[in-house]
DNA sequence: GCCAACGTTGGC
DNA sequence: GCCAACGTTGGC
C-alpha cells in the first residue's frame, strides 16, 4: 500500500493510537475492489513511500479491520469528498491497518529493481500508479528478508 | 518541472 | 460504445 510520506508516513503510523490507521481516501475502483473483496483480516501488507527522496518500501502492517464505507467521501471539508458517494451505497471503502515492523533498511526503487526475484513485482513495472496492489508470497518474503525489519514489540 | 502511463468524463 | 480531452500519479 502506497503513501506518500509527506501526508502520512510510516513514522506517523508509528505514532498513532495502538499503532493503527484507517486507510481512507482511496479513489480508485481496482484499489477499492482489493481492499473490500480481497483482504482479510491479519493479511500482511507492504508500506511504500511514493514521491519520497527516494521512493521506497519502509516496512510491513497487518489488515486489522477489514473493509468498511469510507466515510470522508462524505466529508465536505475533506480534500476526498465525493459527491457522488451516496450515503445509502457507499462507493468508496476502506480497512485498518495496523503496523507490524519498519524497516531497518528502507528499499528504495532502484535497488529493487537490481533483485532478480522481483523483476515481475507489480509495484516496479513502468507506469505502476495503483495505490493498492497485491504482492506474491515470494516476493514479500525477499523484501522482508532484505529489509531487516525491527518488530514493534519484540 | 517534465512527461509517460493511466483513469475519468462527456460529446457524439 | 468510441474516443478525444482532460486530470492524476509518481518516477526521474
Not at 513511500?49 to 518500501?57: G, I, L, M, R
Amino acid at each position: 500500500m502506497k503513501t506518500e510520506p509527506d501526508v502520512f508516513s510510516i513514522y506517523d503510523l508509528a505514532k498513532a493510537e495502538k499503532s493503527t490507521t484507517c486507510w481512507d481516501g482511496v479513489r480508485n475502483y481496482q484499489a477499492r475492489n482489493y481492499m473490500r473483496d480481497l483482504m482479510k483480516f491479519g493479511d500482511r501488507v507492504l508500506v511504500y513511500h511514493s514521491n519520497a527522496e527516494p521512493s521506497c518500501v519502509v516496512g510491513t502492517a497487518t489488515i486489522s479491520n477489514t473493509s468498511y464505507p469510507d466515510h470522508t467521501a462524505w466529508d465536505l471539508k475533506d480534500p476526498h469528498f465525493d459527491p457522488k458517494s451516496d450515503p445509502n451505497s457507499p462507493r468508496w471503502f476502506m480497512v485498518d491497518i495496523t503496523l507490524e515492523a519498519i524497516f531497518q533498511v528502507p528499499l528504495a526503487l532502484s535497488e529493487l529493481r537490481l533483485i532478480p526475484e522481483l523483476f515481475k513485482m507489480e509495484l516496479l513495472r513502468k507506469g505502476s500508479r495503483l495505490s493498492v496492489q497485491s504482492v506474491r508470497a515470494e516476493e514479500f518474503k525477499k523484501i522482508c528478508s532484505l529489509g531487516k525489519p525491527k518488530r514493534l514489540n519484540s
